[in-house]
């Protein structure tokens, strides 16, 4: 079965200061990975997704994420980050099968500091 | 613009009663899931449902089902309220594909009390 840890349950950054969110996932195929936000109050919104192909994935907000093979992460990173990016981010890993199933990780919030 | 509701966003229900959650979309998505939601726990599947009247259990059944009579609409019913299902549920929708991403509604905050 497929899992995510995000190791990081809180982190706080500057606004402006550049910014990494871990993620390590378990799955015994091509992985199929994403990273959602979610805004207090909200549901999940995509950021960024990764089938195949290139390693470096661009997403929305400036968002971009990389993954290795390797290492079983898929970092997303934001070289500048603003006040309104505090939110809590997922990373999910989905699965092929009856469904596509997404198996989300415990999530990192972010807190950003003016 | 894709869309995903749910017809609550919250909602304070009594212990032992019967609740009912209702998700509704209108992509023809094929796929239609119940997360619930707790701090430190990230998000854990309910159920989903694949095609009208199918449905599988997910990570955390118990307690819980489902219906599914039309393909926009998926519901989750809450037989016996209980306080420890006082949570966030969230549910979602996506295409019958290998794997895709999937579309979130805002989420009902349910209190058990």
């Known amino acids: 079965a497929q899992s995510v840890t995000q190791p990081d349950i809180h982190i706080t950054v500057s606004e402006g200061a550049s910014l990494e969110l871990r993620c390590n996932y378990s799955?015994?195929?091509?992985?199929?990975l994403f990273w959602y936000v979610q805004s207090p109050g909200q549901g999940l919104q995509l950021l960024l997704k990764?089938?195949?192909?290139?390693?470096l994935v661009q997403g929305i907000k400036g968002f971009e994420a990389e993954f290795k093979r390797s290492q079983s992460s898929f970092n997303l990173r934001k070289p500048s980050v603003h006040w309104s990016d505090a939110a809590e981010y997922f990373c999910?890993?989905?699965?092929?099968?009856?469904?596509?199933?997404?198996?989300f990780g415990t999530g990192t919030r972010l807190q950003v500091t003016l | 613009d894709v869309k995903v509701t749910q017809s609550s966003r919250y909602l304070v229900k009594r212990t032992g009663e019967k609740v009912f959650l209702e998700c509704v979309q209108d992509?023809?998505?094929?796929?239609m899931f119940w997360y619930r939601q707790d701090p430190g726990l990230g998000l854990r599947l309910i159920y989903f449902?694949?095609?009208?009247?199918?449905?599988e259990k997910g990570d955390i059944p118990e307690g819980y089902s489902v219906s599914r009579e039309k393909k926009e609409r998926f519901s989750l019913i809450l037989e016996s309220a209980s306080t420890n299902q006082t949570s966030m549920y969230l549910c979602?929708?996506?295409?019958?594909?290998?794997?895709?991403?999937?579309?979130f509604g805002q989420g009902t905050r349910l209190t058990v009390v």
């Open positions: 979602a929708s996506s295409l019958r594909r290998l794997v895709t991403e999937a579309f």
């Open positions: 799955y015994g195929a091509t992985p199929y």
């Open positions: 990764y089938f195949s192909g290139d390693t």
């Open positions: 999910a890993v989905g699965a092929s099968g009856t469904a596509s199933k997404l198996t």
């Open positions: 992509m023809d998505h094929e796929n």
């Open positions: 449902s694949y095609d009208v009247k199918m449905k």
